[in-house]
Structure formats: C-alpha cells, structure tokens
C-alpha cells in the first residue's frame, strides 16, 4: 500500500554509489555493529513485488510447489523468503520453510511486510519492487537498491550474476541471500562490521548469509523497536478459504473492533486488497472474514485498528482457491515408497501453463496417468483409487531419476470451477499387488 505522490528518481551515478552487495566476502573485521540510513517504513509502504524478468535460467530451477508460498515458485520464491526472514516472529509458526536456516522469520521487530504478487512490467522507479537489470559493464556488484526507500524503493539484481534460487545450494551466487542484504538496506539499515552480519558490506552470496546474525536484529529493533507482547500475531488459518467464502483466522491480540484484513491483491498494483471494519471474537483472538473478489493466491495480515507496525500482524500464507487439492493417499507403495503427484501454475482458462510432477516412480518405468471429471474412491490393488470412473488415460514415462513433467493449459472454453481429478499408476514388483499408485490430485479450473 503506498501513496500516490509523485516519486524521485535517483541518479543512476548515486545508485551505484550505493550499491550494498559486491562479489567477495571479506574476513571479519573487529567487532563494530550496525549502521542506519535514517529510513523507516510507514504502514503505506509495507508491500513488495516482484518482476521475474530472471534472464538465466538458474534463478527459476525451483518448481517445487511449496504450500506456505502459494501461487509462486523460482526467484519470487526466494525473494518473498528473503523478505519473511525481516519478520516479527517465525513465519506460517515454525519457520521451518527453509532447510539451510533454523529459523525463517526471526527479526523480533515492529516490522511485517506484505506481499503484492508478481508483475509482468516495471512500474518505473520506487514501485517497491525486485527486479533484475541489464548490466553493461560486469565487474564487483552484485545488485543495489535505489534509496531512500521511505518514499518507495526499487531492488536491482544485475543480469550479468548467475543466480540461483535454491532451495539449496549448486554453487552460483545465492538470490535469497543477497535479497536479505538489499531489503536490510530497505527497511533502513546500513552496512555492519560485526563478523558473519548479514548486513557486512561484502557479500559471495553464500546461503548462509540469509539468516540475520544478532547484530541483524539489533539494527531492524533500533529502527522499528522490538516486538511487542500486545502486537497482533496469526497463528492459524480455517474456514473454506475459496472465492466469496469466510476465512477464520485465529490468533490474538485482534482489536474487538475497528480491524481491517490485508490480502494480496489479484491487481498487483502495490495496493493490499483490504476489507475494513472487521470485529474479532473470542477474547480479541478469532476473525471471521468474507474474502473480497480482488484477493489472490499470497498472503493475510491483520492490522488491529493502530496506525504503526506493533497494530500490524505478521504475514500468513493463504491459497485463496486451491488450484490443487491433494485428495489422499494411495496406500500402495512399492520400490521407492508411494509416489507423488503435484501440480502447480496457472490454472484459469485460456491461461497457464501449469505442471503436473510425478516424483518416486521406477526410473525409465511406465506410467499411466488416469483422468476423471468425477473423485469417486474406490478400492484399487489394495489401495485406494480417486479418478473414478476414467474418462480418459495417458502414457507418461519417468526419466531416469524416477520423475515425470507435464505442462498443459486449460482451453479459453473450459468453464471456471471445471475440476479434473488425476492419478498416476505403475507397475512395481516391489508392490503387494505388482502395482505402485501416487496419491490422487483435483485439478480446479480457476
């Protein structure tokens, strides 16, 4: 959410000269600490996007759907981690999203973001958005980011970086780890000299430089002070969570009246969709909310009726219409276990792609995917079948690490609210039945 005031641009000369990330970590030096750049955000300027305009394909290896991420995968990914680890408290309530970390979202401070999903064109300067940028002239940076950032920011990843955007590690410079670094920068730190602080001003783009040292922590609480016991905190989510339906959110700290419910918006404009007016129940820790017709698959905050970051909640994944439900497991597994099918993308008619995963197959082994527009379980080779009856089947084969892609769209025909349910079998004489089965998955047009 930002103002609509007319914006400066900054010289592309002091850019550079404030450029944060270079290509070589230095040894620690001494024991100094934090520095600030007199930036804070406002509640106006809580939100982040992201345009994926990545050039090389290793920023966007991941396409792993991860359910507390919904609706993103590859650099957007990375860079909305990069953003949690600024975070209140542990994000979705462990923190645990990240292998390479102990903790994701462990900032302690007044200080929540909100993010306002994925852009297909620059906005122009100081849209509070990451983006990669040409560079001519290799050589050091890494990426920069236009300050001040109080009257809006822009992130520059430069194009001449190989990026990788984990979840791991395969060797190129770390995009989630140097997003922590340049989002420091944002919210209005400057470079440390404590040993091993995110915020050093020489970064390899390591993936442990995601995680924020205690001197990390220290500079974001002398910016947005600590937490709070009485800031507003979800910690759970219920209800249908589809289009037009109630979402529950439970938590505590909630204002008894006067809330107002922040979603990402399907317009990607900055703008959090917001409903307004919202009252809590049971003891300032239950709300009931209608979803409005402009929430998109992202995230939920709750800002309990104050106008500073310790009235804001932190961040909590929301799958505003569950593209793919997982409709069970199989209960037949074989040489590798049970297989896994997943999907994820775009699902709107006329639109996508999107990408059905099959994980946990025989290598090079015959699969047949079985379709139906029905979820009837049924007994299956001492198991449990979903697609049934079969309207259609197709012949997909796993490669050689046991794995199967396909990408496919919906037609421009195909009504919304269409469902397919899906299935994939194959044989394994390491199956009671000679048989291994993934779990069933519905497939919503949406």
């Keep these: 959410m930002r103002t609509r005031d007319p914006r400066r641009l900054v010289a592309a000369s002091a850019l550079l000269a404030t450029a944060s990330a270079v290509a070589s970590l230095s040894a620690p030096v001494g024991t100094g600490a934090f520095t600030l750049t007199g930036d804070l955000l406002d509640l106006g300027q809580r939100d982040f996007r992201v345009l ?13 759907p991860h359910p507390d991420f919904p609706g993103v995968l590859g650099a957007t990914q990375a860079i909305w981690k990069a953003h949690l680890e600024w975070s209140s408290v542990p994000f979705a309530g462990t923190g645990d999203q990240d292998p390479t970390q102990t903790v994701l979202g462990d900032g302690g401070a007044n200080y929540d973001a909100s993010f306002q999903g994925e852009i297909t064109s620059a906005p122009g300067s100081n849209g509070n958005v990451h983006r ?80 924020l040292s205690a001197d990390d922590v220290a500079g974001l609480q002398a ?60 003891g300032g820790t239950r709300i009931d909310v209608t979803l409005p017709p402009d929430a998109a698959d992202g995230s939920v905050l709750v800002l309990a009726g104050g106008a500073t970051g310790a009235s804001l909640s932190n961040e909590w994944p929301l799958d505003v219409v569950e593209h793919f439900t997982d409709l069970g497991p199989s209960g037949i597994g074989g040489l590798f276990g049970e297989p896994r099918l997943t999907g994820s993308g775009d699902t709107a008619p006329g639109g996508g792609p ?62 919304s609210g269409f469902e397919v349910a899906l299935q994939c079998a194959h044989e394994d004489l390491a199956a009671p039945f000679g048989v291994s089965a993934s779990n069933g998955l519905l497939v919503t047009v949406e």
């Design 52 to 64: 994926n305009n990545f050039s090389d394909p290793s920023a966007n290896d991941n396409t792993t």
């Design 132 to 211: 990669e940028l040409f560079d001519p002239n290799p050589g050091g940076v890494l990426a920069f980011t236009e300050l001040p950032s109080s009257d809006g920011w822009t992130i520059n990843y430069l194009s001449s970086v190989t990026w990788q955007d984990g979840p791991g590690d395969d060797g190129a410079t770390d995009l989630q780890a140097v997003a922590t670094h340049e989002i420091g920068h944002v919210l209005g730190l400057g470079h440390s000299s404590a040993g091993g602080a995110t915020m050093a001003p020489f970064l390899t783009g390591g993936v442990s430089q995601r995680s």
């Design 223 to 282: 910016v947005y002070g600590a937490a709070p016991a009485s800031k507003p905190v979800i910690t759970a989510l219920g209800g249908t969570m589809l289009q037009a339906s109630t979402l529950t959110i439970h938590g505590g700290g909630f204002a008894p009246f006067g809330n107002t419910v922040w979603f990402t918006s399907a317009a990607a404009d900055g703008t959090p969709a917001m409903v307004s007016g919202v009252t809590s129940s049971a």
């Design 354 to 415: 999107f990408t059905l995963v099959c994980q946990g197959g025989i290598p090079t082994q015959t699969s047949f995917v079985f379709l139906s527009t029905t979820v009837t379980p049924v007994p299956f080779y001492g198991g449990t079948f979903y697609p049934f009856p079969i309207a259609a089947q197709r012949v997909v084969p796993f490669n050689g690490a046991g794995v199967w892609s396909v990408t496919t769209a919906f037609g421009p025909a195909v009504p």
